[in-house]
């Protein structure tokens, strides 16, 4: 199963951009690259999912270089409430199922 | 529509207790997982349902965890004997079908072993 390397924790003020790189050099040819974001006291939620290029949705971006090897969420504009842990996965088909891996995520504080 | 849910959303046990944690799936979702997560860490994985068949047991920490899930609706999670070690956040996720699906997450039971 591939492993995930992100940063611990980040910094940023509202307005801005957030990008958050994600590792994972190991990736098989069949894994989907996941993001979660978790506030305290709650479960995860789902984010974006991309298997290569760029993905955008209402919330975020992800860009994934061509080699895989890595990914990026971007946050654009972030607010107060965007403050969580943001945990990149690689989704691996295991067994006829989606088995994430959670590692221990980036911590996101955005300030006023 | 309504969310995962789970029961308690916090229990408190002394240690060498059993203890029965309960996980309602969003209606329709085949597949079902639980995660533990401690205290600042990430989610790791316990075992995952799909529909009727056998379920994939490989986090289990030990045998004193099982899981149990009635066709394709309530689950629930028991962990007998208690240990200080298992106190943590026990989070169930479900999803529509298998693959590369979003998995739902429920709020969390928290569980504290004194």
């Known amino acids: 199963l591939a492993k995930t390397t992100q940063p611990i924790s980040m910094d940023s003020y509202e307005g801005q951009e957030v990008n958050i790189t994600c590792s994972h050099n190991n990736i098989a040819t069949n894994d989907y690259i996941t993001w979660y974001q978790q506030f305290p006291s709650q479960g995860p939620r789902f984010i974006i999912q991309g298997y290569k290029t760029k993905v955008t949705n209402e919330v975020a971006s992800l860009f994934i270089p061509a080699d895989r090897k890595s990914s990026t969420l971007s946050l654009p504009r972030v607010s107060l409430s965007d403050t969580a842990v943001y945990y990149c996965l690689v989704a691996t088909l295991s067994g006829g199922y989606n088995k994430l891996i959670f590692g221990a995520g980036t911590r996101l504080a955005v300030h006023p | 529509g309504a969310g995962v849910s789970q029961s308690p959303s916090n229990k408190v046990t002394e240690k060498g207790k059993d203890v029965e944690l309960r996980c309602d799936p969003i209606?329709?979702?085949?597949?079902l997982y639980w995660y533990r997560q401690r205290l600042g860490q990430g989610l790791e994985f316990l075992i995952y349902?799909?529909?009727?068949?056998?379920?994939?047991k490989s986090g289990l920490p030990s045998d004193r965890f099982s899981a149990e899930r009635t066709g394709e609706s309530v689950s629930t999670l028991t962990i007998q004997r208690t240990q200080q070690e298992d106190s943590a956040v026990y989070l169930c996720?479900?999803?529509?079908?298998?693959?590369?699906?979003?998995?739902?997450f429920g709020p969390g039971t928290r569980l504290t072993v004194l």
């Open positions: 996720a479900s999803s529509p079908q298998t693959g590369d699906d979003e998995q739902f």
């Open positions: 209606s329709g979702h085949t597949a």
């Open positions: 349902f799909q529909g009727n068949s056998a379920p994939d």
